[in-house]
């Protein structure tokens, strides 16, 4: 991310709701997320869904007790 999460948290609210951020509490919400947001980039490309089950119901099948 080239800009700051706070930054781009703050221009939206100003795009679509018209305010500023009304206290520094929203401020620092928005800054504390922005670790989180650059760990998930980082896994980017690593992760890959299991191959199998592919589907509820194949996994509810998959883990069915047998009587």
């Known amino acids: 991310m080239t800009r700051k999460l706070s930054e781009l948290v703050e221009e939206q609210a100003f795009t679509w709701s018209g305010v500023k951020p009304p206290n520094m509490p929203g401020v620092r919400l928005a800054e504390a997320l922005e670790s989180s947001i650059s760990g998930f980039e980082a896994l980017r490309g690593l992760l890959a869904f299991e191959d199998e ?4 119901e194949a996994a509810l099948q998959a883990t069915k007790e047998v009587c």
């Open 53 to 56: 089950p592919s589907s509820f």
